[in-house]
């Protein structure tokens, strides 16, 4: 067996590696089929591939048991599941390693079992075409590239592919995502849809391309690749001082904290109830989040210790305490008015004060009447004001070449092109919501139907 892997040495391991490290488990099976299909509305899933989902699901945990993970349960039933009123959401069990969250834990079993194993890999190095038997339509290959130098590398068996999404490829992004303008990672900067270009040459079809995990609202600056999540938008803090996140019309356009909730554990990953129904957040751009001089002198508006994220753990960047640097750099632009603010960073300076009279007028009645916020409902009022221009940011995309049940990545007309597997987020079968957890639990899960399944392939001479 090899693995490529397409980042240098110490900055491998994907999204598995920095995202929250939670996985989902799911029983019973049909329960669990159930609360799929749900979460898929109107974008339904072969059925046979939810059952497989739904069967290999339910052996996530005992499986990472078996590789000396100690799985701690952390959320069952409805009170774990991200849509805990849809039918079937009482399958769901939400597990992460010691029962905390993040910091590569679920990501460094997995580590130790490869090395354990003595799997070869080779680092920075990134597939770039699938060698197609020209008469079988059998995968025999993988064309490479890695140390400057194009290779070709022969495939006995089969190859699976595991290459992530498209985050870091706007083009796509503008091609596929057609409500957004641009958004960027929170996660691996090498999600660039390498994995989908080459199913797509070899004839796979495609699927849940427009689905995302997202968007979130971040703070993205040139010298870093991924983004940076903002304390003043974390869920779980409440710091003193006034903050508002306004668009290009400088109106407010959603709750600024992740505090309109659905599940007690999960914030829908960018879905909002709109009318009754389940839609994409908006994610205007550009956008700009506005505080008060009480909340910049408050402490850093980064958390350098945040137990995710690309840019929290594997290119960390230490945000100055009291923010000095930061603004120096230009990240945050700063005035002694709203209305001089408004016009550093280019909005009407009419509309941008409206705005924040507005907030300050539901702050005072401790009721934001337009968007629900609960948290931090303080008003914009001690100057000088600061603004730091905020971006569309996603987790991951779903979308990728088809699969079904057995894991082999097939065509338009459903067959299968011989010996090509797929595994987690590269096609994964998240069509519409999306279950916290469900994009590792989903790595595992099919990574084994495609392993069993490669493996049992005949060898080829």
Known sequence: MLILEKAPKGEEGGNSRVAGQGWCTVAPVNTAITYFN??????????????????????????????????????????????????????VRMYTIDGSLGYERLWKVLKASVDKRRIEVLYA?????????????????????????????????????????????????????????????????????????????????????????????????????SVMELVPQHQRKEIPG???????????????????????????HGKIKVAGQWIQAPAPYPMFMIIDHTLFSAGPLHDNNLYHGWNSLLKVYNWSEDNSAELAKGWIKKAATIAGLARKIGLNPTAVEDTINKWN???????????????????????????????????????????????????????????????????SIHSYLYQGGGNLGECMAFGRISGRNAAAEKPRV
Not at 167 to 174: D, G, L, V
Not at 394 to 420: E, H, K, Y
């Open 38 to 91: 749900a979460l898929c509305g109107a974008y339904t899933v072969e059925q046979g591939i939810v059952r497989a989902w739904a069967e290999e699901m339910g052996r996530n945990t005992d499986w990472v048991k078996s590789l000396g993970g100690n799985a701690v349960e952390i959320g069952k039933g409805p009170e774990g599941a991200e849509f805990p009123d849809l039918p079937g959401a009482e399958c």
């Open 125 to 225: 190095t990134q597939g770039k075409e699938l060698i197609q038997d020209s008469q079988t339509k059998e995968i025999i290959g993988v064309r490479t590239e890695g140390k400057g130098a194009p290779f070709s590398l022969k495939a006995r068996r089969a190859v699976v592919l595991t290459c992530g999404g498209f985050e870091s490829n706007q083009e796509m992004i503008r091609d596929f995502l057609p409500n957004l303008v641009c958004c960027y990672p929170v996660g691996t900067p090498y999600n660039t849809g390498d994995g989908i270009k080459m199913a797509m040459a070899v004839g796979a079809d495609l699927w849940h391309m427009n689905n995302i995990s997202g968007p979130w609202y971040y703070l993205k600056v040139p010298e870093f690749p």
């Open 242 to 268: 006034g903050m508002i996140i306004v668009a290009a019309d400088g109106k407010r356009f959603k709750s600024e904290k992740h505090d309109v909730t659905y599940g007690k554990h999960n914030v829908t």
């Open 361 to 427: 007028a539901y702050c005072s009645a401790g009721n934001d009447a337009e968007f629900g916020r609960t948290k931090m409902l303080s008003p914009i009022k001690d100057g000088p004001f600061y603004a730091i221009e905020i971006s569309p940011a996603f987790s991951s995309t779903q979308g990728g070449p088809r699969r079904n049940a057995r894991s082999q990545i097939v065509r338009p007309d459903g067959s299968s092109i011989p010996r090509l597997y797929s595994a987690g987020e590269l096609g």
